[in-house]
């Protein structure tokens, strides 16, 4: 059966869910890029959406967004519970699963988030988080937590770095062949970019060891990210060139959200 008829619910779910992907992180990546040149402010997934409900007919777009975003969260639960690439399940791919179902979550969180934003829903999701890592940290230590959610971090920082090296992405790419050279520019890019998010996410985590003993019990975001890469050396230049990579890594999103085979 052709792949753009066979589940045609989950196909037109998972494509809208990488379009809005790619949506997000362009509005990221624009904001990145005025905070380098210094006009204006960085935002992360969350400011994204409240700068969309901030525009003309922003109740509309965030709508679509909603939808998009709930339906890429859907694609994820079937990614890791359907196994829906076929990752398999062994240890690899039971670790591969396990990321894309926090993925999953992630982004059902962030869809209601965006239906609190249209008065549809009562946001409490970072009060949650916060008290998850509170019991985790009750439980096992803050200095284990900490150390814990930072190799986390690195271990997905990595699995992007290899994706971009040896182009695994186009495992899942169906792109006409004239499109390839440029689909693997910008996916390499774009996929290192992130990686390099994460890889800050780890090194905060680690520079907080000692300040998690003291109850800083904070899972650092994007925003936080940003803000270390602008106060290191040249960090302007350092924050524009993170610009372009964001914004590369949204237009990845959307070439998944034309090219990517989906099929359960």
């Known amino acids: 059966m052709n792949a753009l008829t066979e589940n045609g ?3 037109v779910a998972a494509r809208a869910g990488y379009a809005t992907r790619g949506v997000v992180y362009l509005i990221i990546a624009f904001f990145t890029f005025l905070a380098a040149i210094g006009n204006g402010g960085k935002t992360d997934t969350k400011g994204a959406l409240q700068t969309l409900m901030e525009q003309s007919f922003g109740a509309i777009l965030l709508g679509l967004v909603v939808f998009g975003l709930f339906g890429y969260a859907v694609w994820r639960f079937l990614q890791a519970i359907a196994d829906a690439d076929n990752h398999g399940t062994d240890a690899k791919g039971l670790v591969i699963r396990g990321a894309l179902l926090v993925s999953a979550f992630t982004y059902l969180a962030l869809s209601f988030y965006a239906l ?3 008065g549809l829903w009562s946001s409490s999701g970072s009060e949650g988080k916060s008290s998850m890592i509170s019991v985790a ?6 200095t284990i937590v900490a150390l814990a959610l930072g190799l986390v971090f690195a271990g997905v920082a990595v699995a ?6 040896l182009k695994k992405f186009n495992d899942h790419i169906d792109a006409p062949d004239e499109y390839q050279p440029l689909i693997d520019s910008v996916s390499i890019i774009g996929l290192a970019s992130r990686g390099l998010i994460f890889v800050v996410f780890a090194i905060i985590l680690f520079t907080r060891l000692p300040k998690f003993g003291e109850g800083d019990v904070n899972v650092p975001d994007l925003k936080s990210a940003l803000n270390y890469v602008q106060s290191l050396p040249m960090g302007w230049l350092l924050l524009a060139l993170l610009a372009v990579g964001i914004a590369l890594f949204a237009l990845y999103s959307l070439v998944e959200a034309r090219w990517r085979r989906v099929s359960v």
């Open 9 to 11: 619910g989950i196909q």
């Open 116 to 118: 609190s934003l249209l």
């Open 137 to 142: 940290v009750n439980a096992v230590g803050p």
């Open 160 to 165: 992007h770095f290899r994706k971009a090296w």
